[in-house]
């Protein structure tokens, strides 16, 4: 490379950010739009309604990519200027509605779930559009509504006193650096001390982990002692309930170890003068459980001896969108379909397999590639292994092993760590 082209190429690497932050201030204020919809319906309709609107005197997120998705999720958020049509923001995510419509209950039942999605905050009139895809990938519902940011009904929360908290990972600014919120859960106010040092725990095993530990250095955390009236959390089937501050509870979908919270306004009022862009939540049990789920939250017990592997797992799910690569039955009504390729990168039913790992395999290796059944775990090894997405047959995973898989495994495999690497970069490049 000549010196001129090293100095243009150093020049560009100088201004790009710049460059995104103009495009970011072009748009948008220093602040965020909090807006809290309804979604509801069975396993045949979905609708969609708008419950509030909030500002909020802070915006955590990225600013850069602005008008890109990295990956497609269940569901887009996109913000079109109202005069232009121009898309100048948008967000995937999943929700819990959305794993609900397979469930046995949707078959018969018509339920609603609270959905909060945070955006920066526009300078000019808006039309948003929230959209929910099935398993095909089809528009299953969508709404678009006009957004004029002087909306007196906008509801103003400066003023809101924000609980107490700690930084306990601090590398700077937070329009540099990722910004993770864990919650307690199940901790009284007497137990933050607690609390705290499960935090430190987990946030230990989470960056012992590539490729968070090559980039913990881009990350931030910040330890919210949300108090509970009692020490817990709810375990329905032996009908015991408990007052919490976010509500969570066993048995979602009636699956015993399935640990989430319906309660997402709750939750983020709970997280009011505080900027994040991810959120972790503590349990304070010793009960195996969890769950964690596509640009929303993660939620894991923390006293268990397994808890730690758990809460990398579930942020796995949270923060990159990886799916589960253990498979164990063929399921009547099933995730993932022969002709569709999944979004999720860390598995494939090879309907378009090049856009996956194709790359990171070694010449020769076959497809499906055969398990090694001499050796108990083996992560670094890409291949295309049969099981994954909970199906035992038509969906494959990358490697025999992964943290995705098991809980024994210490380590993402390759095509994991390049997704969540992928992720980091997104939001700090």
């Not at 201004?15 to 495009?23: K, T």
């Not at 940011?149 to 306990?168: G, M, S, T, W």
Request: glycine share 6%.
């Amino acid at each position: 490379m000549s010196t001129s082209l090293r100095l243009l190429f150093s020049w560009l690497l100088a201004v790009l950010p710049l460059a995104s932050q103009a495009a970011f201030n072009d748009w948008f204020e220093d602040r965020t739009l909090r807006m809290d919809y309804i979604f509801s319906g069975d396993s045949i309709e979905q609708k969609i309604s708008v419950d509030e609107m909030f500002s909020l005197p802070y915006w955590a997120g990225r600013r850069n990519h602005l008008d890109s998705l990295l990956l497609a999720g269940n569901g887009q958020i996109l913000m079109h200027d109202a005069a232009s049509g121009k898309l100048i923001y948008c967000q995937s995510f999943s929700s819990l509605f959305q794993e609900w419509q397979h469930t046995a209950e949707a078959q018969h039942s018509y339920k609603s779930f609270e959905n909060c999605f945070l955006l920066p905050f526009p300078k000019q009139r808006v039309q948003i559009t929230v959209r929910l895809a099935d398993s095909y990938q089809h528009t299953t519902a969508a709404l678009t509504i006009p957004v004029d940011p002087k909306d007196i009904q906008i509801r103003k929360l400066d003023k809101v006193h924000a609980l107490p908290h700690k930084k306990l990972l601090d590398n700077g600014n937070t329009k540099d650096c990722i910004d993770i919120a864990v919650l307690a859960e199940g901790y009284r106010k007497d137990q933050m001390d607690s609390f705290y040092c499960d935090v430190k725990k987990m946030e230990k095993e989470l960056f012992d982990h590539e490729p968070f530990k090559t980039y913990k250095n881009r990350f931030n955390i910040i330890a919210v002692a949300s108090p509970s009236q009692d020490t817990g959390v709810s375990i329905p089937h032996n009908e015991d309930w408990k007052q919490t501050a976010i509500g969570a509870q066993f048995d979602t979908f009636y699956s015993d170890r399935y640990l989430t919270t319906l309660h997402l306004k709750r939750m983020q009022d709970l997280l009011t003068g505080i900027p994040y862009e991810y959120i972790i939540i503590l349990v304070n049990s010793d009960i195996y459980g969890g769950g964690g789920i596509y640009n929303l939250y993660m939620l894991s017990t923390i006293h268990n001896k397994q808890s730690l592997p758990v809460c990398v797992h579930e942020f796995g799910h949270s923060f990159a969108g990886l799916a589960d690569e253990y498979g164990y039955s063929d399921d009547a009504q099933p995730y993932y379909h022969p002709n569709v390729e999944p979004w999720e990168k860390n598995i494939t039913t090879l309907a378009n397999f090049k856009q996956k790992w194709a790359d990171m395999l070694k010449p020769g290796t076959p497809i499906p590639t055969p398990e090694n059944k001499k050796v108990k775990t083996d992560y670094q090894h890409v291949g295309v292994f049969e099981g994954a997405g909970y199906l035992s047959k038509g969906v494959y995973r990358p490697a025999q092993d992964c943290r995705m898989r098991v809980n024994n495994v210490p380590a993402f495999c390759p095509v994991c760590q390049r997704a969540i690497r992928d992720v980091i970069l997104f939001y700090t490049e």
